[in-house]
T-cell receptor, first 114, second 111 residues
Framework: EAGVAQSPRYKIIEKRQSVAFWCNPI?????LYWYQQILGQGPKLLIQFQNNGVVDDSQLPKDRFSAERLKGVDSTLKIQPAKLEDSAVYLC????????????FGPGTRLTVL | GQQLNQSPQSMFIQEGEDVSMNCTSSSIFNTWLWYKQDPGEGPVLLIA?????ELTSNGRLTAQFGITRKDSFLNISASIPSDVGIYFCAGHLNSGYALNFGKGTSLLVTP
């Protein structure tokens, strides 16, 4: 079974530029998560989708971050405009259901903002 | 998110030694999970705990869900070089379903 796919794996941009990340969850997984992992810290949940609806986006900086999952399958996370402190690994995860179901993580996209 | 205090921050041990790490919180959790993250990869689930007092093993790994529901530990017995990585505790608060992570324990094992 294929795992969670993410692209690109690495991205370098200058501050104030825009960037987008893509995630394709495990087939059949209804719930999709985006996490931000700053160097030396654990992942922090940004947004959680159940199918194509948002379950939790309480920690998403909505003035610059946006995410969508239009058809309930793959998802994109966008940052516009980027700040230096957005440098981090952005991890996508998926689970079969929601709540306490096991989350499977993708390899992440490492973003560097100069 | 809820603060999880994970310790130690890093460990440097010799192959064959046992390892212990723990995680505490001021809040009650209804699950405790332990993940391992290798460089350039996402976290992988090692052990999941769902009941206070639960003790679960996965090969050389053993983890326990504290009785107070505010702490958990992970033990690794007879460490080997491939145990190298960052270990994270994580959990679901009683009040919601967001997964909260600790800051991680970096483990280095020398042959």
């Amino acid at each position: 079974e294929a795992g969670v796919a993410q692209s690109p794996r690495y991205k370098i941009i200058e501050k104030r530029q825009s960037v987008a990340f893509w995630c394709n969850p495990i087939s059949g997984h209804a719930t999709l998560y985006w996490y931000q992992q700053i160097l030396g810290q654990g992942p922090k949940l940004l947004i959680q989708f159940q199918n194509n609806g948002v379950v939790d986006d309480s920690q998403l900086p909505k003035d610059r971050f946006s995410a969508e999952r239009l058809k309930g399958v793959d998802s994109t996370l966008k940052i516009q405009p980027a700040k230096l402190e957005d440098s981090a690994v952005y991890l996508c995860a998926s689970s079969l259901g929601w709540g306490l179901d096991e989350q499977f993580f993708g390899p992440g996209t490492r973003l560097t903002v100069l | 998110g809820q603060q999880l205090n994970q310790s130690p921050q890093s460990m440097f041990i010799q192959e064959g030694e046992d390892v212990s790490m723990n995680c505490t919180s001021s809040s009650i959790f209804n699950t405790w999970l332990w993940y391992k993250q290798d460089p350039g990869e996402g976290p992988v689930l090692l052990i999941a705990l769902y009941k206070a007092g639960e003790l679960t093993s996965n090969g050389r790994l053993t983890a326990q869900f504290g009785i107070t529901r505010k702490d958990s530990f992970l033990n690794i017995s007879a460490s080997i070089p491939s145990d190298v990585g960052i270990y994270f505790c994580a959990g679901h608060l009683n009040s919601g379903y967001a997964l909260n992570f600790g800051k991680g324990t970096s483990l280095l094992v020398t042959p």
